[in-house]
Each structure stands twice: as structure tokens, then as C-alpha cells.
């Protein structure tokens, strides 16, 4: 199994551009917000009824299916598994109140479709294809990558 570094090594191979980061700084967690948000537009009602802890932002499909992706992040690094928890956190919360005001799989849509032009305008410029061609992981390791780089003290 890979570590994350090396993860983020074969990652950052096609991302050195300066451009093409900016891009991803954007539009990883806008795809990352907007996924969450599709999934909390599923009917959930198996989930509520079998809670029944009357909590709508972890009643729903998207805790559900973040609390497997941790497992990834889990097994590469504890301290990247509470980075991306928090800010995992952060997207059911927003999500949750979007959704109070405006047709949250719309909004999401929205949101998922601008940021895929972004990335791969951002890798045209950069020349290279987009790492989940080569290996779909890389749909996981593109958040902590930017979590890595924003937020690193190095």
C-alpha cells in the first residue's frame, strides 16, 4: 500500500503549473462541497427512520458515504483523516442550510459541472491528463492534496 506522500508525489506530477493549482485549490473542494450536497439530496428516509435522532445533517446518504471515505484517509494518515473530517463537517453543515433556501441538487449540479470545466481547463494548461485517468484513488487523494497544500506548514 502507498504512503500518502507517495500519493501526493505521483499526484503532484501533474499538477505543477502554477495556474493549474490555483485551479485545483478552487475547484477540488467545490467538487468535494458539491458531491456532499448530491448526496444529501437523496431521500433518506431509511436512514432517519432508523436513527431517529432528528439530526438532518447526519441523517442522510452523505454521512453515510463520508464516514467510509475516512477509512480511506484513516489508513494513510490520522492527522489527514481529521482534516478532511473537519472539512468534511463543514460541507454537510453549508449543505444542510443551502438546502433550506434553494433546491440543493440543483445547486449542486451547478456547482459540480463548473468545477469539472475548471479542472480540466486547469490541465490543459498544465498539458498533462487529470491522475484519476491513470487510477480512480486519485478522486480521494485530490482533497487531501489540496488540504496538504493550503493548509501546511512547510
Known amino acids: ?38 448526496l444529501m439530496s437523496i431521500p433518506s428516509g431509511i436512514i432517519a427512520n432508523t436513527l431517529q435522532l432528528n439530526l438532518p445533517i447526519i441523517e442522510n446518504w452523505a454521512f453515510v ?18 482534516k478532511i473530517a473537519i472539512f468534511s463537517g463543514i460541507c454537510l453543515v453549508l449543505n444542510y442550510y443551502i438546502g433550506q433556501i434553494f433546491p440543493l441538487w440543483i ?20 498539458g498533462k491528463k487529470p491522475s484519476f485517468l491513470k487510477d480512480l484513488q486519485f478522486l480521494l487523494i485530490g482533497p487531501a492534496w489540496v488540504v496538504e497544500n493550503l493548509f501546511s506548514r512547510k
Open 1 to 38: 500500500m502507498r504512503t500518502l506522500d507517495q500519493w501526493f508525489a505521483e499526484y503532484a506530477v501533474s499538477h505543477q503549473n502554477p495556474k493549474n493549482k490555483a485551479i485545483h485549490y478552487i475547484c477540488v473542494p467545490a467538487i468535494y462541497f458539491s458531491i456532499v450536497g448530491l
Open 107 to 126: 445547486f449542486s449540479i451547478g456547482v459540480f459541472v463548473i468545477a469539472w470545466i475548471g479542472q480540466f481547463y486547469g490541465h490543459n494548461i498544465e
Open 65 to 82: 458515504v463520508l464516514l467510509f471515505v475516512l477509512v480511506f484517509y484513516i489508513r494513510l494518515s490520522i492527522a489527514m483523516a481529521v
